[in-house]
């Protein structure tokens, strides 16, 4: 062939995070297949969806079924009812957003990077360590990024400072990979800055439903926030649609860039590369927030807090510094002895078969972290902490 490609892909790691983890441990398992491993690293469910979510997705593929109620392609920015509870979700924590500034899409993963699609060439700001898709997909377009170090001096929360200045910044709060979430006060702060350097937030939410404290649930909770931010958000960890797939990106109309209004850029790409979710999948979604929806997820997420609970009491006893574990599905620790992440990821799969997450995948300042995630079934969570307990 002689056509150009897009060189930004040289610039990309050599593999996606959790590829590569997969890759390491089918590797592991092809040579030792007597050895049986517990997977605590890629932040996937493990939970059943709740009977009613189940319930919704089959009635609605029934009326797919049928000549009286079959239906066709979705609305590109999806149905009315599902904007609805959407919008309904945010008015029962107190945040008010309107219906037609909600997208649904298929998950938060492809709208954090999809909406680089609308975004010129901005800096990009995002903190380290980071969630590989903000990296990546910046780097595939081409754009100048710059990190802000997300240390225990910050509380692994970074804040603007000197080196921030007008473009495009990334925040996750409750922050995956290190489970620290943003104060009220701290994001009014991040609300401000960006106002005032004419900033863009994109703020990813994916996590919101782990918080326990008063940290906000959402940014809009914060005054002036549908003046600089786009708030990104999921199903998959509240209600376990990891492979259902469901999602949505809250634009305000409010938003302008000088007089460009990014949601209608955003709602311009969404109808020309994007035909909306499935019927079954956004009727399940909806369930979810039914009461009994709300319910059985709430009672997952507390068997994943309870996996951290017991996670964390074994890094309480062993005297190894970590955050998250309360606010989030993740806990962020120190690897032990200074050991590099990645040494730590091999000593662990080697010597007790228990796979985490090294803090370097997610950028430069997780080197010498690891990450554990919660949302192991409770027997896998019960025999990690037991082999860990004889390896740390
Ligand atoms: C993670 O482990 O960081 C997440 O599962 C990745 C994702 O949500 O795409």
Redesign the pocket.
Known sequence: MKINLNDNFRNLAQSY??SEIGRRVREYQAANPDKSVVRL????VTLPLPACVTAAMQTAAAELGDKKTFRGYPPEYGYDFLREAIRAHYASFGVSVAQEDIFVSD???SDCGNFTDVLGDNTVYMPDPV???YMDSNVMSGRTVVLLPSTPENGFLPMPDERCSTGVYYLCSPN??TGAAYSAGQLKVWVDFAKASGSLILYDA?YEAFISDDSPRSIYAVEGANECAVEIC?F??TAGF?GTRCGYTVVPGTLMAGDVSLRALWARRQATKFNGVSYPVQRAAAAAYSPEGMAACMENIAYYKENARLIAALLDQKGIPYTGGKNSP?LWLACPGGMSSWDFFDYLLQSVQVVG?PGAGFGACGEGFF?L?S?GSREATAEAVRRLRGAL
């Open positions: 995070l959790f690293g890629i932040g996937d998950g938060a993963k969630y590989p898709v995956n990979p994916a999921s998959s960890k990891t993740y997450t990450r995630t949302f």
